[in-house]
């Protein structure tokens, strides 16, 4: 809790007076006012997250948080929770879609074991120890030869086996619940002396939208059935079954919506704590981190329910299929910068969003001025 609290302390609204510099010199390039949209608002940001004239995106890292949950046991997933761990494996591999997908925007993978139900048997870096995991492709790019992509690490930060059936009991407890944040404090904290410059999230858990359901109904007010999709892909008489396990979890446990700790204890997840926690960290060490879809987004609705002023330095990869990730983003009030029907999870749709920050950086960075082109800035009619 100390490190909780330190953090919270820590974390700054940004300044206004550094948007409205970074917004004179993109009005002064060679464009009409405002024609680059929302790139330049990506720009703007960037300079008043980091307070830099001229901020760098060198280092970029997805956080991919896994673990598992109890409420599977109720049928609310298309897949058993052994898919989790085997999903786990093909990251490190390197043939899973955040895999291809970060290496195509340039940035690290970090897998973050938080609540596994498995035991590796391998130490705190499989990277290191290399162990044997055959490789899905021979030759090519990424390091499929050795079996694991050159932008991939396994980092094991377990704290707890799992989460409890929140059908029966509180998924976590708060001391579980804040150590799970407090992972992803440290995660944060780690990286950003490592010198990265921006910070994606990724989730990996069978069962997840479960959970994060519950707590989007929790904490927007909404019906369990207003923020409840389909998840993996399971059948309308499953969906109404999860709605019903749901609710159940939800008046059996009592979350209080005015505690956003007591909720992620009581029918959350490990990798949303985890989720969480990076958020804050990342305003904290004032890092843009981009959020992935709907898990991820549930993880920074914790986050800004126990400090709204992490919104500055958010933001929202895209608008995903699944019904409930659309009135979290309301409730933040975030706007998406893709929507592609994305529901994957992984930190897939960070990925694809990095681009185009990264875009709208180079735009204030590179293009030049009317001054630097000897171009007239003067409209006429």
Same mark, same amino acid.
Request: hydrophobic share 40%.
């Given at each position: 809790? #100390?490190?909780?609290?330190?953090?919270?302390? +820590?974390?700054?609204?940004?300044?206004?007076?550094?948007?409205?510099?970074?917004?004179?010199?993109?009005?002064?390039?060679?464009?009409?006012?405002?024609?680059?949209?929302?790139? %330049?608002?990506?720009?703007?940001?960037?300079?008043?997250?980091?307070?830099?004239?001229?901020?760098?995106? #060198?280092?970029?890292?997805?956080?991919?948080?896994?673990? #598992?949950?109890?409420?599977?046991?109720?049928?609310?997933?298309?897949?058993?929770? %052994?898919?989790?761990?085997?999903?786990? =494996? +093909?990251?490190?591999?390197?043939?899973?879609?955040?895999? !291809?997908?970060?290496?195509?925007?340039? $940035?690290?993978?970090? !897998?973050?074991?938080?609540?596994?139900?498995?035991?590796?048997?391998?130490?705190?870096?499989?990277?290191?120890?290399?162990?044997?995991?055959?490789?899905? !492709?021979?030759?090519?790019?990424?390091?499929?030869?050795?079996?694991?992509?050159?932008?991939?690490?396994?980092?094991?930060?377990?704290?707890?086996?799992?989460?409890? +059936?929140?059908?029966?009991?509180? $998924?976590?407890?708060?001391?579980?619940?804040?150590?799970?944040?407090?992972?992803?404090?440290?995660?944060?904290?780690?990286?950003?002396?490592?010198?990265?410059?921006?910070?994606?999230?990724?989730?990996?858990?069978?069962?997840?939208?479960?959970?994060?359901?519950?707590? $989007?109904?929790?904490?927007?007010?909404?019906?369990?059935?207003?923020?409840?999709?389909?998840?993996?892909?399971?059948?309308?008489?499953?969906?109404?079954?999860?709605?019903?396990?749901?609710?159940?979890?939800?008046?059996? +446990?009592?979350?209080?919506? %005015?505690?956003?700790?007591?909720? =992620?204890?009581?029918?959350?997840?490990?990798?949303?704590?985890?989720?969480?926690?990076?958020?804050?960290?990342?305003?904290?060490?004032?890092?843009?981190?981009?959020?992935?879809?709907?898990?991820?987004?549930?993880?920074?609705?914790?986050?800004?329910?126990?400090?709204?002023?992490?919104?500055?330095?958010?933001?929202?990869?895209?608008?995903?299929?699944?019904?409930?990730?659309?009135?979290?983003?309301?409730?933040?009030?975030?706007?998406?910068?893709? #929507?592609?029907?994305?529901?994957?999870?992984?930190?897939?749709?960070?990925?694809?969003?990095?681009?185009?920050? %990264?875009?709208?950086?180079?735009?204030?960075?590179?293009?030049?001025?009317?001054?630097? $082109?000897?171009?007239?800035?003067?409209?006429?009619?």
């Amino acid at each position: 809790m #100390d490190l909780l609290n330190a953090t919270l302390k +820590n974390i700054k609204a940004v300044n206004g007076e550094w948007s409205d510099m970074a917004q004179k010199h993109l009005d002064n390039l060679t464009k009409p006012l405002g024609s680059l949209g929302r790139l %330049e608002e990506f720009a703007r940001r960037l300079v008043a997250m980091t307070e830099n004239k001229k901020p760098m995106l #060198d280092k970029k890292v997805i956080f991919t948080f896994a673990g #598992d949950h109890g409420v599977t046991e109720e049928g609310v997933s298309a897949f058993p929770k %052994e898919v989790t761990q085997q999903m786990v =494996l +093909n990251f490190l591999r390197g043939g899973a879609g955040i895999n !291809v997908l970060a290496r195509h925007a340039g $940035a690290d993978v970090i !897998v973050v074991d938080i609540g596994v139900d498995f035991d590796w048997g391998l130490s705190q870096d499989l990277r290191a120890n290399n162990p044997p995991i055959p490789p899905l !492709v021979k030759g090519g790019k990424g390091g499929f030869e050795s079996g694991l992509s050159p932008y991939t690490a396994f980092i094991s930060k377990k704290v707890i086996n799992g989460t409890k +059936n929140f059908a029966k009991e509180p $998924a976590m407890t708060r001391k579980e619940a804040i150590k799970c944040m407090e992972t992803g404090i440290e995660l944060a904290n780690g990286y950003a002396k490592k010198g990265f410059k921006l910070f994606g999230t990724g989730d990996m858990g069978i069962g997840n939208t479960t959970p994060s359901s519950a707590i $989007a109904a929790v904490l927007t007010g909404r019906p369990v059935s207003e923020v409840t999709g389909k998840g993996t892909g399971i059948t309308d008489e499953s969906l109404q079954n999860k709605i019903k396990v749901i609710e159940k979890g939800i008046e059996l +446990n009592k979350p209080n919506p %005015e505690d956003a700790i007591d909720v =992620l204890s009581k029918v959350g997840g490990a990798e949303i704590g985890g989720i969480a926690g990076l958020i804050l960290g990342a305003a904290s060490n004032r890092i843009p981190v981009v959020i992935d879809g709907f898990i991820s987004t549930t993880g920074a609705l914790i986050a800004y329910c126990i400090e709204p002023k992490v919104k500055d330095y958010m933001f929202a990869a895209h608008n995903s299929v699944e019904i409930g990730h659309k009135a979290i983003l309301e409730k933040i009030g975030l706007e998406p910068i893709l #929507d592609l029907n994305l529901r994957l999870g992984e930190g897939t749709g960070a990925a694809l969003a990095m681009l185009m920050i %990264e875009a709208g950086l180079k735009i204030y960075k590179e293009m030049a001025t009317f001054g630097e $082109a000897g171009v007239s800035s003067e409209s006429k009619n």
